[in-house]
């Protein structure tokens, strides 16, 4: 218990030098934070204001500018003859339709809202707008303030709602004058809506208040003809005999709250009705607005911009929060130092646990590295066989493709040979007889059997020709290619065999269709087909040979189609397997069809009854038909 109570006071004393510095770091840390946020706040009030103090310059500038520039209009009406006479005559009808077009014609050139003559009793005697309604002629503004100080000597401005007209406008006014004798008023109405306009873009919310507080100019169009404050009862009274916000509403407040004073006119406000917020801060969270404020000389209005202060609070809070950043990288770094040099010697431990770890494991990827070594080789080894061997296949193929046409050439021997025996018969007959003719002196008749020699030559020579495109051996070849052409040159290789064995022959071949195959090799497909299909008719009672072609999902399909017996289901199995064939001498369409068909890029399919392939690209496509 003695070692207990020795070591006891220490422990005790170490724990609450702990607890005082830690609390002392937190306060400081806490005053360092609220210090940042009360300094950012400060900062970015200073730069708001001073961006708004140059941008009030310039909209007072613009009010300012707005009201001087129809200043003087009112005053030059005394100087035209037709205005004073007709004050002095008021019932001349020709001098008013003058004074009228002269109202209308200045009121266009200054670009003004209304321009009007009034007696000494307020009654409009003319008006720019005498021929379009609401007219201000015959209507009486004797109780209008401008009217008023006019009438008094007095230059008048007053800016409210127009009683006939119901929208509102900025009213100039001045005496008309005849030989020092007042004769009546002359009053010019301006429209002001243009300033809100051009302040809708601006950053601030902007408002122009008139003496009684009231907003008639603003950039937020929900605040126009609100009161910043409740009007007192002698002002509503004042306000209803001068007609001045004539059906503009109740006049309500808008329901703003000072929050704070900086200096002058500077102010913060915040807003209690949603209205008034323009959509801006939550039911809980009211936005703060810095409040500028600027007198428009020559007026008793005060331009003030309202700027909110969200942006500031946000930069504020931001400069807070990089300071508790720091702060706490600061308290980070402490406690890192602290358990650094505890952190050495196991970090010195781990580092060789580490070291052994990482030498066991340089050993298990070195053993499966030369792994995956081997069996890259291997299989680099396997893919160059492979394409030795699709090498091989290929070329097998090319072989076995000419051997077919061979094939199919010997097959057409006997009646290539007979079809070319006839010609050759009549060439003879002919050219003996020409001599003849000749000998005789009977030209015409020689010079018709010449002709008849030179078109059994080119017929010859068209057979002889077909046959050497068809045999030629030459690589595929893929471009657009007639499928007409193809049937027709397959057709003619066929038509001795066609003739002898007595086949029908439909076509029904557009002559648009096309391919993007090899016209050679489609022959030759072709050429198999037919010559397979006219083989399996050999014991038929009716023989018959359909060949159509349509488009399907943009393919070509050609469709082949006999009356033979059909494809036994044993042959059906093998029927494209390579140098499979029925017959006892020559190719099948197995390896000549079907290669031919793969090779370029196309595909074969048996569908009973018939048996359907394709060739070609994906939007080219061939098909046959077959019950051979």
Avoid at 313 to 325: G, K, M, P
Avoid at 334 to 359: M, P
Avoid at 373 to 402: F, G, P
Wanted: contains cysteine.
């Amino acid at each position: 218990m003695d070692g207990d109570l020795s070591v006891s006071p220490p422990a005790r004393g170490f724990s609450k030098r702990r607890l005082v510095w830690g609390g002392a770091c937190l306060f400081a840390a806490a005053l360092a934070v609220m210090l940042a946020y009360i300094w950012g706040e400060r900062t970015g009030i200073q730069a708001l204001r001073q961006g708004v103090e140059h941008r009030l310059d310039i909209y007072a500038g613009g009010v300012q500018s707005e009201l001087t520039r129809y200043d003087y209009l009112p005053g030059i009406l005394s100087l035209n003859k037709d205005v004073t006479a007709l004050l002095q005559e008021p019932g001349n009808p020709e001098r008013i339709a003058r004074v009228n077009l002269y109202l209308e014609t200045v009121n266009r050139k200054a670009g003004s809202s209304e321009i009007y003559v009034m007696n000494m009793e307020g009654l409009t005697l003319a008006a720019s707008n005498w021929n379009r309604p609401p007219s201000f002629v015959g209507r009486n503004f004797s109780y209008r303030p401008y009217f008023i100080d006019a009438a008094k000597g007095l230059s008048g401005r007053f800016y409210g709602i127009g009683t006939v007209s119901q929208s509102p406008g900025y009213y100039f006014s001045y005496g008309i004058y005849h030989d020092g004798r007042m004769l009546g008023v002359a009053a010019l109405k301006v429209d002001l809506d243009k300033l809100d306009d051009a302040w809708l873009r601006a950053d601030e919310k902007v408002v122009v208040v008139d003496e009684n507080g009231v907003i008639f100019l603003t950039s937020v169009p929900g605040w126009k003809f609100k009161t910043l404050a409740p009007l007192a009862q002698h002002t509503l009274q004042k306000l209803a005999v001068t007609r001045q916000y004539h059906r503009a509403g109740s006049l309500e407040p808008l329901g703003m709250t000072e929050v704070g004073n900086l200096q002058g006119d500077v102010r913060i406000v915040q807003f209690t009705s949603e209205a008034a917020r323009d959509g801006e801060g939550g039911n809980f969270l009211l936005p703060s607005y810095l409040v500028q404020s600027r007198q428009i000389p020559g007026t008793q209005w005060k331009l003030m911009a309202l700027s909110n202060m969200a942006p500031i609070h946000a930069r504020a809070r931001n400069v807070a929060i990089a300071v508790a950043l720091a702060m706490g990288f600061l308290a980070i770094l402490g406690l890192y130092l602290q358990q650094r040099r505890r952190a050495i010697a196991q970090s010195l431990a781990a580092r060789a646990a580490l070291q052994r770890a990482h030498d066991e494991l340089e050993r298990k990827v070195a053993a499966r590295t030369q792994a995956l070594s081997n069996a890259n080789r291997h299989l680099q080894t396997e893919i160059a066989e492979r394409r030795r061997a699709e090498e091989v296949l290929k070329s097998t193929m090319d072989e076995l493709v000419q051997a077919g046409k061979m094939a199919a050439l010997g097959q057409m021997a006997a009646g290539i040979t007979h079809e070319l025996n006839q010609p050759l018969a009549a060439l003879r007959t002919l050219a003996d007889n020409a001599a003849v003719l000749l000998q005789r002196g009977r030209q015409g008749d020689a010079e018709e059997n010449l002709t008849m020699i030179g078109q059994l030559t080119a017929r010859m020579g068209k057979i002889t020709g077909q046959l050497k495109k068809f045999a030629r051996k030459s690589p595929a070849l893929l471009r657009p290619t007639s499928i007409a052409v193809a049937v027709a040159d397959a057709c003619f290789l066929l038509e001795q065999r066609l003739r002898q064995e007595q086949v029908e022959l439909r076509l029904s071949v557009p002559e648009d269709a096309c391919a993007y195959c090899d016209g050679n090799r489609l022959e030759q497909i072709l050429v198999n087909l037919l010559g397979n299909a006219i083989d399996a008719m050999a014991r038929s009672d009716q023989r018959r040979l359909d060949i159509s072609v349509e488009a399907a999902r943009g393919w070509v399909v050609i469709s082949v189609r006999d009356s033979g017996p059909g494809i036994p289901d044993d042959v059906m199995r093998r029927l494209f397997e390579p140098f499979f064939t029925t017959k006892e001498q020559g190719v099948g369409l197995g390896p000549v069809g079907r290669g031919g068909v793969d090779g370029e890029g196309g595909a074969m399919r048996q569908a009973l009854p018939r048996t359907i392939f394709m060739a070609g690209r994906s939007w080219a496509a061939v098909s046959g038909r077959s019950s051979a």
